[in-house]
Each structure stands twice: as structure tokens, then as C-alpha cells.
């Protein structure tokens, strides 16, 4: 692994607020087949062939507060699968990680929105999951939904699974950012939401820089990630292939074959 000044790698602080440890999870390539109805008769068991892969492997970082990490790959090289462990969505095979404070994450467009719920009852029940008082919930309500914008307002007591994607992820963005907690998850959203969106979201993303959050962003979009990250970690294949400064990292990812 590659590694690069600044950010020691394997240094351990008692101030950080993420820690991974040879963090590792393998998944399973293919649904496993169904058995026949003489498979089930001959040999009472399933024989299909449960090939798996392992989707991060020996994964050792440590982040400290205030830090903006951008994640950077191909795809496929492992970067939500990251986001989801630190948020706790998946849990792993190998090693550990710890998480020092809340986590908001806003991975695959929604902060795991529920779709049968209305957009209103989303907000309510995502920010009362992540700690605010009713009363807390009813003071930033409006503040949440005037961010998303007069599309999601209109549609505030829909399903939410009617919602575009991009009203989805205007909902998703305003209120995860919208939370006390003080580790942000953003994951390749930046991309879903409109050119006037995007600039709000560039706002709000450097006023939680500025009160210290730490944040880590995926994004295919390198003047993104040189605009908020100031750390990178590549991953390739699963694996860990380089951590250190944001334009190192890029560096490093553009020269190399994928
Ligand atoms: N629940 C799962 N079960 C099986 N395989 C999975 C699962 N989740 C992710 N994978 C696989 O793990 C690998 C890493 O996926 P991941 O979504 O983390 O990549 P990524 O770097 O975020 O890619 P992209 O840039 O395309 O978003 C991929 O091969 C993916 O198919």
C-alpha cells in the first residue's frame, strides 16, 4: 500500500474519531441456485456452489475530527461498501472498526429513507433516530424542507418511493446535514441534484467543514473532492491502495491503469 506525508497511516491518536483494523467483508458472487426437487429429495441440502469474494479486505486507516476524506476508485473498487461499514449498514467478516460519535450518512441517494412512508414521516422518524427532540424536529423542519426546495414541500405528504431522484436526494442531503451528529457520509450524490442544488450543497458542505465535522465524500468528480477533501484514500480492488493527501491520491489514481 501506498502511503504519502501528512496522515500516517496506522499512527493511532486517542482523538480519532474513525479507526479500521485490517477491516475486511466477503460477499457472496451469486444468488445461490435453488435446489431441484431431486436434489431436495436425494440430498436434503443445497450444493450450489457459494463463491464468494471478498468486497474490502485489510482495511487499516485511522481519520481524526475534522477531517474530509475523499474516497476515490474505479467502480466497483469497494467505496460504498467503506461508507456502509463506518456507518454500521454492514458489518464485517475481519477486523473492526470504531466509530468515536454519531454517524449521518447519506449513501445510495437517501439517508435510508423508507419508501412507503410519506416524506414528512421519513424526516420526523430519521431525526428522532438520530437524537433530536420532538421539539428540536418541529424547530428545523421548515429549515430541512426550504433547503430541498419547492418540489419536495409540494410533495412533503407523499410516499416517498414517489419522489424523482433528485427530490429524493434533495430530502436525503437536507436533512442528513441538518443532524447534530459529527461524522457526514455523502456518498456520490452531489452528482443526482441540479446545477442551483449543487451550489447549495457545496455551501453547506464547507459551513459543516467549518464547525469541524468530519466528513468523507464519494465522488467521481475530482474538482469535488480537491475542493473539500484535503485527505484521500484510493481504493482498488477491495483493497486499500494508497492513503494520503487529496491531490497525491488523484494523482496517483489518474496514472495508474484501473
Ligand atoms: N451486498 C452485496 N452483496 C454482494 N456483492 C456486493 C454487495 N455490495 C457490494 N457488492 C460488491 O462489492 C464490490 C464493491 O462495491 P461498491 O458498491 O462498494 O463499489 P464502489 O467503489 O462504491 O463502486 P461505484 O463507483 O460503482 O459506486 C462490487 O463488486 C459490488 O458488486
Same mark, same amino acid.
Given at each position: ?34 435446489? !431441484? ?20 479486505? &485489510? ?14 476508485? !474505479? ?25 468515536? $460519535? ?12 423508507? $419508501?412507503?412512508?410519506?416524506?414528512? &414521516? ?7 433516530? +438520530? ?30 418511493? +414517489? ?6 436526494v434533495?430530502?436525503?442531503f ?12 455523502? &456518498?456520490?450524490v452531489l452528482a443526482v441534484g441540479d446545477k442551483d442544488f449543487r451550489e447549495k450543497c457545496y455551501q453547506?458542505m464547507? !459551513? ?10 464519494? !465522488?467521481?468528480s475530482?474538482?469535488d ?17 494508497? &492513503? $494520503? ?14
Amino acid at each position: 500500500m501506498g502511503s504519502f506525508a501528512g496522515q500516517e497511516p496506522g499512527a493511532s491518536s486517542t482523538r480519532d474519531v474513525i479507526t479500521a483494523d485490517g477491516l475486511g467483508i466477503e460477499f457472496y458472487r451469486s444468488r445461490r441456485r435453488k435446489l !431441484s426437487l431431486r436434489e431436495m429429495v436425494l440430498r436434503r441440502e443445497n450444493t450450489a456452489p457459494k463463491e464468494t469474494f471478498w468486497g474490502l479486505k &485489510d482495511i487499516s486507516f485511522r481519520v481524526g475530527p475534522g477531517e474530509a476524506v475523499g474516497l476515490v476508485g !474505479s467502480n466497483g473498487g469497494g467505496k460504498s461498501t467503506l461508507l456502509k461499514m463506518i456507518a454500521g449498514v454492514l458489518l464485517p467478516d475481519e477486523g473492526t472498526v470504531k466509530v468515536n $460519535g454519531g454517524v449521518a450518512p447519506l449513501i445510495e441517494l437517501t439517508g435510508g429513507f423508507l $419508501g412507503e412512508l410519506s416524506a414528512r &414521516d421519513n424526516v420526523m422518524l430519521t431525526a428522532g433516530l +438520530h437524537g433530536l427532540s420532538k421539539q428540536e424536529i418541529t424547530e428545523r423542519f421548515d429549515e430541512i424542507v426550504d433547503f430541498a426546495g419547492p418540489q419536495v414541500r409540494a410533495g412533503i405528504d407523499m410516499p416517498f418511493r +414517489h419522489f424523482s431522484s433528485g427530490m429524493q436526494v434533495r430530502l436525503g442531503f437536507a436533512l442528513i446535514t441538518t443532524l447534530d451528529e459529527p461524522i457526514v457520509l455523502v &456518498d456520490e450524490v452531489l452528482a443526482v441534484g441540479d446545477k442551483d442544488f449543487r451550489e447549495k450543497c457545496y455551501q453547506r458542505m464547507e !459551513s459543516l467543514l467549518a464547525e469541524g465535522r468530519t466528513l468523507f465524500l464519494v !465522488s467521481h468528480s475530482e474538482p469535488d473532492l480537491r475542493r473539500f477533501c484535503t485527505r484521500g484514500l484510493y481504493l482498488k480492488g477491495g483493497r486499500l491502495e494508497a &492513503d $494520503g493527501s487529496m491531490d497525491e491520491i488523484l494523482e496517483l489514481y489518474n496514472a495508474k491503469p484501473a
